[in-house]
């Protein structure tokens, strides 16, 4: 199957600071790539979807202007999380799909913690 | 609204089978798919139906009925390594994935 690369796996950062994830994918183009955040023992949530070179389309209740998500070429996408605060510890994950494809591959998931 | 009812948390015995359900309801249907999560890590992908009827992948198989808006997945000869999250996803008309809350899968030696 296809690879996406995401990183970093982990990260610890002080409160007030931002933090930029990558999700890269390796082998394949990425026409969409969405991410999600995911709460101990919870599903999936779906914050934004991006489509290369155009905007990103946030879910309700996701601040764009906290979240800021860039897919400025068919293998990278980037989401910054702006101002950290304690509450915006969580998993994070991104995947990738490619134009006419269905199915969507994961990253390996970035655990922040901000302390 | 879009749903996704799997159930909270189920136990099996190794080597065993065991079968966890996914009801849906969905604007639209382009698929469901199966994940594996382990905790800590990111989904693997598992099967993807889009057909009624039953696929079969070595030990696991996933079954979906479109008319019934529902959805299995199969798991048979049990190990320890299986006790993980399965969550099942629907494909919906705009091609977004709805995710149900997911299964947290127990299996006991």
């Known amino acids: 199957g296809a690879v996406v690369s995401q990183h970093p796996s982990r990260v610890i950062c002080k409160s007030g600071t931002s933090v930029k994830i990558e999700c890269r994918s390796l082998?394949?183009?990425?026409?969409?790539m969405f991410w999600y955040r995911q709460f101990p023992k919870k599903s999936l949530m779906l914050m934004a979807t991006s489509n290369e070179g155009s905007k990103a389309t946030y879910e309700q209740g996701v601040e764009k202007d906290k979240f800021l998500i860039n897919h400025a070429s068919l293998t990278l996408s980037t989401l910054t999380v702006t101002s950290a605060h304690p509450e915006d510890s969580s998993f994070y994950i991104c995947?990738?799909?490619?134009?006419?494809?269905?199915?969507?591959?994961f990253g390996q998931g970035t655990r922040l913690t901000v302390v | 609204g879009q749903n996704i009812d799997q159930p909270t948390e189920m136990t099996a015995t190794e080597g065993a089978i065991v079968q966890i359900n996914c009801t849906y309801q969905?604007?639209?249907?382009?698929?469901l798919f199966w994940y594996q999560q382990h905790a800590g890590e990111a989904p693997t992908f598992l099967s993807y139906?889009?057909l009624d009827g039953l696929e079969e992948k070595g030990r696991f198989s996933s079954f979906l009925s479109r008319s019934k808006g529902y959805s299995y997945l199969l798991l048979k000869e049990l190990q320890m390594k299986d006790s993980a999250s399965y969550l099942c996803?629907?494909?919906?008309?705009?091609?977004?994935?709805?995710w149900g809350a997911g299964t947290k899968l127990i299996i006991k030696p």
């Open positions: 082998d394949f183009q990425a026409t969409t």
């Open positions: 139906n889009v």
């Open positions: 996803a629907v494909m919906d008309s705009n091609y977004q994935l709805i």
């Open positions: 969905t604007s639209g249907f382009n698929g």
């Open positions: 995947s990738a799909r490619e134009t006419g494809d269905t199915e969507a591959f």
